[in-house]
Structure formats: structure tokens, C-alpha cells
């Protein structure tokens, strides 16, 4: 009867760890009940025992986050810079030089370009020359000091969004734009402080994969979209095919030139540095090269090499063809020219009979010059409120992003201490008349992929902990101000191709992607995951649709100037969405299989699996003593 039953297993599609389970476990696995259970009803009918777990972890977490009054910065410092900042600082290896380049290209390109718009928004006394200035500062302060070493702090969209409607109203107001700006940030300085001080980043830890990913695939496409064309601003290859792009503006005098012909290349450039990039990257896992170690070395500057060798093609093979290359002024200066001792005009255009400008602003804004406006700096706490919100759900959706547990980080998070010296920062940029630098979202992720070992699937199988190659790649930027004519060398659709290239490489390791492109697959051919075997495809792709609708509505919001201020804030409304509303629609097994973790979803997995194949052999069982 044995013999004939495990014949009988075997031929039941049961994997075999668990047939072996079954026969060691046979006498008791009889004995138990046969009813059939489910997806929902291995939790009870109502879920109760996942809800009951919830309940469990939620307390040990409330515990665990009992941080106010300031505990959470102390806990967040002993946690990380000060229990790791030796290891970080001397973890010196191959991949911290080669991450250090890349980065290097990825955090100065939208540095200058943020700075030209930032110079066109604020009426001139914004611009590139002070946008790198703040990078390289506030980029080497952090990476010694701050407590996720991963994290590029930058410009970013919405943050330029509200400087633009800062500048607006102190024009409506008659007041200094930079005396505006620098007590609105002293404010933002106080409320992160604050928020620092009696933990407010435990709602940010509220936030699930459902955020997470929205977020990442938002940060993704971006890449992707203002590489190729951006269909809100006139920014990616596409507008080079267009006559009237401004790239071709300073060439319209010059009879031979095509800007056909600088489209096209400039397309090749792209795409070649992309395709060459990615061709370097699965070197890797390959069979070519001598040994692992040259294979390695080129996938880890594969970035890198691809950027000199297509502007090497731009400007040996194709130097009559006049790429665009990067609008950076000629020296390190402050950007607003005055026409006057008062300084409140611009030259040349306020001025322009005179020959040269009579100087530039002074880099410490004057506090005190309210144009007889007294209640100016208490005023300025109202906007920064709104500017407080967006710093803080900036810093904190991004390193929560990073923190992820699929990425492998082990030297612990460090939400408090983050919020505490990007507020303070904040304060200093302010003070100098330098725009205010929060999270990075975009080049924080590329960095972590740059430092990360990945398998061949895309997977993290561990990161290079290392403060270096983030203060490697400002002290770059630092040394660049100086030397700014050197580069206009770089030309704008290589770095395109390098946009794309993070784009489509981050895409790999997010779950959301992958189920978005489910939608287009047969069923029989859905690849093999939790989510494809135990939910049912119609409640998958639900769960997908909701998750594209937030998408589709943040990247709308985000792209058009009026209202960009309010992404973060949409971004923080997916945290309810999941809390509240997912859990009427979906089961909560169903739930943890698109929403878990890993861990969770492996632990669900495997006694479900044991769960059904006690079930099937039990059914064996019956049906081999009916036949007797």
C-alpha cells in the first residue's frame, strides 16, 4: 500500500521535499481534517489569523519606534554613522571608483541643467554657478556625516516648482525674492527640526511595497521618458528632429549646418552609449575575457567607458557635426549682475546702456532687507509649511525606497538624522542665496544599483557600504566649478543615453513593471511567482490597474508646472490608499502575496505548498482504500 501510494505522489505535481515530508509525517497527516482549504480560508474566512499576526508586529513595532523627544536622532546616529562610519569610510574597492564616474556624470548633468532653469525661474539670481556650489557643499558634508551614505541629494522637480512660486510672491509682495527665500527657509530649517525631534517619519514607515513601487516605476519612466522625449517640456532626442529646438538657435547663421544631420547622431550617440553601457554590464555572467576579474572591471565601468568612448566618436570621428553640449557659465561667480550699488536690477536687461555690470550680489543674503516689510519673516512661515511637506516627504518616500529590504542594506536606516541635517542644510543654501537640495530620488537609486551586486535576474545579492564614492563624486563637482569651460567636452545626447540606460536597468527589480507587462502575456505563459499561482489573475491585474492609475496620475501632476508642488503630497495619499481601501477590495492573503515582503511571501508559500500536499495525499489515501 506504501509503495503504491508513493507512486501515486509522485505522479501528483507535489515538489519533492514535500513528498519526503509527507512520508516521514504519514501516520499523523491522516489523522488530520480533510477539509479543503484556500487561499482566503488559510487564514480563516475572515483573515483573522493574518490580521491577528498585523496586530502582533504592529506592537513590537510601536515599541520599537518610541522615539520622540529626540531619541529617534540619537538612536538613528548610534545606529549608523557613529556605529559605521570607520568601516564606510575605508571601505575602499574597485566598484567605489567605478560608481564614482558614473554618478559623477549623473549628478552634474541635471545639476547644470536644474541651475539654468532655476536661473530662469528666480529672475536671474538662482543659476548654475549656485546650484553646483550647494551640490558639492552640501554633497560632501552628508556623505561624512549623514546617515544613509547611499543617498544623493540634488535639485528636484517639485522643490524648483516652489521656488518658482516663491519668486512670484515676493514680486506681488515688493519684497527681495533671496530675503523671501532665505526666512522660508530658516522656517523649513525649524519644522524639520522638529519633525526630527518627536519622529515624524514613523508615518513614513507606514508605507508599503504598493508605495514603493508607484514611486520607483514613477522615477523609471521619468528617466526613460526625458531620454527619449518628454511630451510636457521640450527635454529628450526627439526635439532634436524639431527645426526650432533651441539647440539649433546658436547655429542659424552657419549655412552648413544640418540640424537633420545633429539629430541623428545625436540619436546614435544615445543609443549607442545605452546599448554599449548594457553590453558591458552582462559582460559579467558571460564567457568572454580571460577570468572573472577582467570580466568584473568592465561591467563595473561599464557606464563609464561607454560615455568616453561615444563622446570620443562625437567629437574625433563627427567634429563637424555640432552637437549640443552642456550650457555652463565661464566662471564661479554669483550668477545675478547689478546694475546698480542697491543691486536690484539685472544687467543687461534692466540696463542695458551700460557697457559692464557695476558688480554681483553678495553671496550671504541680507535678512533685514524687507523693503520696510517688518512682517516678512513671520509671513514666511505659511509658505514654508507647504515647503516643509514637500522637503519631508521627498527625503523620507526616498530613503525609504532605498531601505528597502530587497536591496540588502545592513548599516540600517536613518529617517531622524536625515531629517535633522537636510533641514539645517536647507537653512545654510538659504542663507547664501543657494537653492534648497533635499533627496534625490533618481540618482540615490542609480547609485545604489552602481554599488550593488546583482545576479543574473537583476536581484541584489549584496551593496558596497561605503561613504567614499558619495564624497568622491562632490568633491568631482567641487573641482568642476573651477574648471567649468572643460565641460561643454560632454555632449547632452550622451548623457541622454546614459538617462536611459538607469532607467530601463532600475525597471528590472520592480515587481510592478513585471505585472504590467503580465497584461500583454497569455496565461499559460505567465512567468512563475507567488502572486501568478496562488491569486487569481482578474485580482491581480485589478490590484496592477490601481497601481497605474496612481502612476498615470503622478507623473500628470508632476509635469505640469502649477501644480508640481502637490506630487509629494499625492504620493503620501498612496500610504491611506493601501491602508484603508486595498483591504476591501483585496483578501488579506492576497494582499501579502502582491504587497509582503519576501520573507513573508517565502514563509506563506511553503506551508501553503505543505499545507495542499497533505491535503493531496490524504486524498490519495482515500481513493486507494475505496479501490480496495
Not at 27 to 43: G, L, R, S
Request: proline share 4%; charged share 20%.
Amino acid at each position: 500500500m506504501a509503495s503504491e501510494i508513493e507512486l501515486q505522489l509522485e505522479d501528483s505535481n507535489i515538489a519533492p521535499d514535500g513528498i519526503e515530508a509527507l512520508k516521514s509525517g504519514r501516520e499523523k497527516q491522516i489523522t488530520a481534517t480533510t477539509t479543503k482549504v484556500d487561499n482566503d480560508e488559510f487564514f480563516s474566512e475572515d483573515g483573522s489569523n493574518f490580521d491577528k499576526l498585523e496586530e502582533d508586529n504592529v506592537v513590537k513595532d510601536e515599541k520599537k519606534r518610541n522615539l520622540s523627544c529626540g531619541r529617534g536622532i540619537l538612536l538613528d546616529w548610534r545606529n549608523t554613522t557613529g556605529r559605521w562610519w570607520w568601516k564606510e569610510m575605508t571601505n575602499l574597492k574597485q566598484k567605489t571608483f567605478a560608481a564614482t564616474l558614473f554618478m559623477f556624470f549623473a549628478a552634474i548633468a541635471p545639476a547644470i541643467t536644474f541651475g539654468a532653469i532655476y536661473e530662469k525661474q528666480t529672475g536671474h539670481y538662482i543659476g548654475t554657478v549656485e546650484m553646483l556650489a550647494g551640490t558639492a557643499w552640501v554633497g560632501i558634508v552628508y556623505a561624512l556625516i549623514g546617515g544613509s551614505p547611499v543617498m544623493i541629494n540634488g535639485g528636484t522637480g517639485p522643490i524648483l516648482a516652489f521656488s518658482g512660486v516663491l519668486y512670484k510672491l515676493s514680486s506681488s509682495l515688493d519684497v527681495p525674492f533671496l530675503t523671501l527665500s532665505a526666512w522660508t527657509g530658516l522656517w523649513v530649517m525649524l519644522f524639520n527640526i522638529l519633525a526630527a525631534f518627536v519622529d515624524l517619519n514613523r508615518f513614513i514607515l507606514l508605507a508599503t511595497r504598493f508605495t514603493d513601487e508607484v514611486f520607483a516605476m514613477l522615477i523609471s519612466l521619468i528617466f526613460i521618458i526625458n531620454a527619449l522625449g518628454n511630451p510636457f517640456s521640450p527635454v529628450g532626442l526627439y526635439y532634436y528632429f524639431k527645426k526650432d529646438h533651441t539647440s539649433h538657435d546658436e547655429h542659424e547663421d552657419n549655412e552648413n549646418y544640418s540640424y537633420k544631420a545633429v539629430a541623428f547622431l545625436s540619436l546614435v550617440l544615445a543609443l549607442g552609449t545605452t546599448a554599449f553601457a548594457l553590453f558591458l554590464r552582462g559582460i559579467k555572467f558571460s564567457r568572454f575575457f580571460c577570468n572573472q576579474w577582467s570580466r568584473n572591471t568592465l561591467s563595473d565601468f561599464g557606464v563609464s567607458i561607454a560615455i568616453f568612448v561615444f563622446t570620443g566618436i562625437d567629437k574625433g570621428i563627427f567634429r563637424d557635426i555640432k552637437t549640443e553640449s552642456l550650457n555652463v557659465p565661464d566662471k564661479f561667480a554669483p550668477t545675478f549682475t547689478c546694475c546698480n550699488a542697491s543691486c536690484d536690477t539685472y544687467w543687461p536687461d534692466d540696463c542695458s546702456d551700460l557697457v559692464e555690470p557695476f558688480g554681483r550680489r553678495n553671496w550671504v543674503v541680507d535678512l533685514g532687507d524687507l523693503n520696510g516689510k517688518g512682517w516678512i519673516p513671520v509671513f514666511a512661515s505659511v509658505p514654508a509649511f507647504l515647503a516643509f511637506i514637500l522637503v519631508f516627504l521627498d527625503d523620507g518616500i526616498t530613503l525609504h525606497l532605498i531601505n528597502h529590504p530587497s536591496h540588502k542594506l545592513t548599516h540600517g536606516d536613518a529617517y531622524n538624522l536625515n531629517t535633522l541635517l537636510i533641514g539645517i542644510m536647507v537653512g545654510v543654501n538659504a542663507i547664501f542665496g543657494l537653492p534648497w537640495l533635499v533627496a534625490a530620488t533618481v540618482r540615490s537609486l542609480a547609485h545604489l544599483h552602481a554599488l550593488a551586486e546583482k545576479n543574473r535576474d537583476g536581484s541584489f545579492e549584496s551593496v558596497l557600504q561605503t561613504r567614499l564614492s558619495n564624497l568622491f563624486v562632490h568633491i568631482l563637482i567641487l573641482v568642476s566649478i573651477f574648471i567649468l569651460p572643460a565641460l561643454k567636452v560632454i555632449p547632452v545626447p550622451v548623457l541622454y543615453g546614459v538617462f536611459l540606460y538607469m532607467g530601463i536597468t532600475s525597471l528590472g527589480t520592480n515587481q510592478f513593471w513585471g505585472r504590467f507587462t503580465i497584461l500583454f502575456m497569455e496565461p499559460s505563459k505567465y512567468p512563475k511567482s507567488a502572486f501568478t499561482r496562488f491569486v487569481a489573475p482578474r485580482k491581480m491585474h485589478l490590484y496592477t490597474g490601481i497601481q497605474l492609475f496612481m502612476f498615470i496620475l503622478l507623473y500628470v501632476i508632476k509635469s505640469i508646472k502649477v501644480i508640481a508642488i502637490a506630487f509629494p503630497v499625492v504620493i503620501a495619499l498612496c500610504i491611506p490608499l493601501r491602508i484603508y481601501v486595498l483591504p476591501k477590495i483585496f483578501t488579506s492573503s492576497e494582499l501579502l502575496l502582491l504587497d509582503g515582503e519576501d520573507e513573508e511571501i517565502e514563509r506563506w508559500t511553503i506551508e501553503r505548498t505543505e499545507e495542499d500536499a497533505r491535503i493531496k495525499m490524504i486524498h490519495v489515501e482515500d481513493d486507494y482504500s475505496a479501490t480496495e
